[in-house]
């Protein structure tokens, strides 16, 4: 995993942005949308990605997906976000982030 950033919520935590998941964090996004994330169920396009190791990482491996992660600066083996763009999509920055209006080609659940 690549650190892209540190961003400050609006509380004033602090979160780290990743380029990449590590093992630990696609452990903990597999146990939270198959178990815990009723939303995640609800409003995906693909219920079945995250159900098992070996279905999300086929997943993360198809069209060339690039992941990003979000954790907690002061704890960074807990999953706090999870985003991905295909390979044929805009990278990602923090100034998408800052401005909303670029978020328009994105879809989001």
Do not use: C
């Amino acid at each position: 995993m690549e650190e892209i950033d540190i961003i400050i919520s609006k509380d004033g935590r602090e979160f780290v942005v990743y380029s990449g998941i590590s093992d630990k964090l696609l452990h903990q996004l597999i146990t939270f949308s198959s178990v815990y994330d009723e939303a995640v169920q609800r409003f995906t396009g693909d219920s079945e990605r995250f159900m098992s190791e070996e279905k999300t990482i086929l997943w993360l491996q198809d069209n060339g997906r690039r992941v990003y992660t979000l954790v907690p600066k002061d704890d960074r083996e807990v999953l706090a976000g999870f985003s991905w763009l295909r390979a044929d999509e805009q990278d990602f920055t923090l100034d998408t982030v800052s401005n909303p209006e670029l978020f328009t080609e994105y879809q989001t659940t």
